[in-house]
């Protein structure tokens, strides 16, 4: 009998030896996993800017986390900075400058001087781009704004009338802003700064740093159109599709092996219609008007920030003036124009039944039809 209970217990210490053996494999098999780089993406849609940012990274879903904590707060940061229409605890904004600096000049973050500054400077190379159109854009905001709401009532919107854009066009100019250090003073009571044709470049280009400053070796960010590729990828090219103007799918494919800024503006973009007709949120300040020379722009270059500024500005140029610009200023830059087929008497690179499709030398190779 005492040999029998002798025998029992050592199968009870064997079997308990056994669970906590199968207990601790299993356990360092799951956690070796989660520390194996994977592939991981995440769509954020509460960081601002009007649109969804898409982050993908290839890494381990510790560091994931940490990455997606540091694009949160990124996004978030630059959105209330750059932000014209809302004001902020602690924060001296674009809102605060539109409201407040023709009163008494304003002290505000380096990094929104630095852009101020950095906008300014490119207009000067191209009246195209001018973030002094502030009162303008204003005008346009809010018809656009109306519209859309009409829009989805199968109502028409509205335009704003030609006395009233060409007032706005008068309280312009890069003479009626003063920098002096981190302070900023209007000279004109109803002078107003407008970032949106460049701040999104900005802060994807300004969180990318921070993300490769953190350790992130491959991954990318899509802020609604606006794109970083981060590093290279492993034994394959980056794919990047160019939107169809008049679908959601891709009309043309981008392979680079390199890591790129990818930049398109494009006239599908918070467009409203009036009689039938589709005005796009971007505004030419030569004429006060929506443009309507390009179904859209993408740039190509190592730096969002200038691809943003360059996408709206040529966007506002005629094919010929575009060309000459990138040429004469950006030669390194590439560029693809999508236009209505037969807009102009130039011969295209690609084409469709739809578009002409015009690119610069320097992509001719990388893009191709989808």
């Not at 079997?15 to 769509?43: A, G």
């Not at 195209?128 to 009409?150: C, M, N, P, S, V």
């Amino acid at each position: 009998m005492e040999k029998k209970s002798n025998t029992f217990k050592t199968w009870i210490l064997i079997s308990c030896c056994f669970f906590v053996l199968i207990c601790s494999i299993v356990y360092f098999i799951q956690h070796k996993t989660s520390n194996l780089p994977d592939t991981h993406s995440i769509v954020l849609t509460d960081v601002g800017f009007d649109t969804s940012i898409t982050f993908e990274a290839d890494c381990t879903k510790e560091e994931f986390d940490s990455y997606v904590a540091i694009v949160k707060e990124s996004f978030t940061h630059y959105n209330q900075l750059f932000d014209q229409y809302h004001a902020y605890d602690g924060i001296n904004n674009v809102y605060t400058l539109n409201h407040e600096a023709y009163k008494n000049p304003v002290k505000v973050d380096t990094e929104l001087v630095d852009l101020i500054t950095y906008s300014l400077s490119f207009n000067e190379k191209d009246t195209a781009f001018d973030i002094t159109q502030g009162k303008l854009l204003d005008i346009w905001h809010t018809y656009r704004e109306e519209g859309l709401e009409k829009n989805a009532q199968q109502e028409s919107g509205r335009l704003p009338g030609n006395e009233e854009i060409q007032e706005a066009r008068t309280h312009s100019g890069s003479d009626k802003i003063q920098i002096e250090g981190n302070t900023i003073r209007f000279t004109d009571s109803q002078f107003q700064i407008d970032l949106g044709g460049i701040a999104k470049g900005y802060a994807t280009e300004q969180t990318a740093k921070k993300l490769k400053e953190e350790g992130l070796h491959t991954g990318f960010i899509n802020a609604g159109g606006n794109v970083v590729l981060i590093g290279h990828k492993s034994n394959e090219a980056w794919k990047i599709g160019i939107q169809d103007p008049d679908k959601q799918t891709s009309l043309l494919r981008l392979e680079s092996s390199d890591p790129l800024a990818i930049v398109t503006s494009g006239d599908y973009q918070r467009n409203y219609e009036v009689d039938g007709v589709q005005y796009a949120h971007i505004i030419d300040p030569k004429t006060g008007y929506p443009p309507r020379y390009h179904r859209s722009v993408t740039i190509f270059c190592k730096d969002s920030t200038l691809a943003d500024a360059l996408s709206t500005a040529l966007f506002c140029m005629s094919l010929e003036d575009g060309q000459q610009f990138i040429q004469e200023n950006y030669p390194d830059v590439g560029v693809v124009w999508i236009d209505s087929k037969g807009s102009t008497s130039i011969e295209p690179d690609l084409s469709t039944s739809q578009y002409d499709v015009y690119i610069t030398d320097n992509y001719k190779d990388k893009v191709n039809l989808n």
